[in-house]
């Protein structure tokens, strides 16, 4: 199974917004509602932000939000702040009963 | 609140077996909501994952698959993980995490502090 497609890094300055796409095939983002997205700040474990491509843990800001369009996924950051710089991955189930990871992307924030 | 831990050697030798042990703590590992996985990542590179596991169901990525097997002991509350015939190429830090199922919501909702293995030559 190939990895999900990220783009390596993006960046913003604080208070705006971004957007992170996460590029997969129809055998997997296209066909399932199972996207979730981590963040991973250097050294530490990943954190779960957004599952089922939209839905927030309880804690996680409302500041983070997911979507889908056919094979691609989503996760905005609004109202960008300093402690958001991290790596940030998505990974979704696909139709071999597998999980596959996208290749994440490092957030700059400016 | 649960909270896992990993334990295992931090060095293997190339061609061995490693195997990893992840204990589950402040709740239990028979429920039904979750399976227990294993998600790795290399040295300055991305995640990968390895498998996850349910009493009888069990899911392996396919590019690890013939070397990997998951296990739950569920008197210990722990799962672990061994890789056979390991190589520089499995250099990387092991996470163990709780893996909620679909209808709970698909996602890898908690996480180990994660544990570096080397393989060494």
């Known amino acids: 199974q190939s990895a999900l497609t990220q783009p390596a890094s993006v960046s913003g300055s604080p208070g705006q917004s971004i957007t992170i796409s996460c590029t997969g095939t129809s055998s997997d983002v296209g066909d399932y509602n199972y996207v979730s997205w981590y963040q991973q700040h250097p050294g530490k474990a990943p954190k779960l932000m957004i599952y089922?491509?939209?839905n927030r843990p309880s804690g996680i800001s409302n500041r983070f939000s997911g979507s889908k369009s056919g094979n691609t996924a989503s996760l905005t950051i609004s109202g960008l702040q300093a402690e958001d710089e991290a790596d940030y991955y998505c990974i979704s189930y696909t139709s071999i009963s597998t999980w596959v990871f996208g290749g994440g992307t490092k957030l700059t924030v400016l | 609140q649960l909270q896992l831990q990993e334990s295992g050697p931090g060095l293997v030798k190339s061609s061995e077996t490693l195997s990893l042990a992840c204990s589950v703590s402040?709740?239990?590992?028979?429920?039904?909501?979750?399976?227990w996985g294993w998600i790795r990542q290399p040295p300055g590179k991305g995640l990968e994952w390895i498998g996850s596991?349910?009493?009888?169901?069990?899911y392996y990525n396919p590019s690890l698959k013939s070397r990997v097997t998951i296990s739950v002991d569920t008197p210990k509350n722990q799962f672990s993980l061994k890789l056979s015939s390991v190589t520089a190429e499995d250099t990387a830090v092991y996470y163990c995490?709780?893996?909620?199922?679909?209808?709970?919501?698909?996602?890898?909702?908690?996480w180990g502090q994660g544990t570096m293995v080397t393989v060494s030559s």
């Open positions: 596991k349910y009493s009888g169901s069990t």
């Open positions: 402040g709740g239990s590992i028979s429920s039904t909501n979750y399976y």
């Open positions: 995490a709780r893996h909620q199922k679909q209808w709970v919501g698909d996602a890898f909702d908690i």
């Open positions: 089922d491509v939209s």
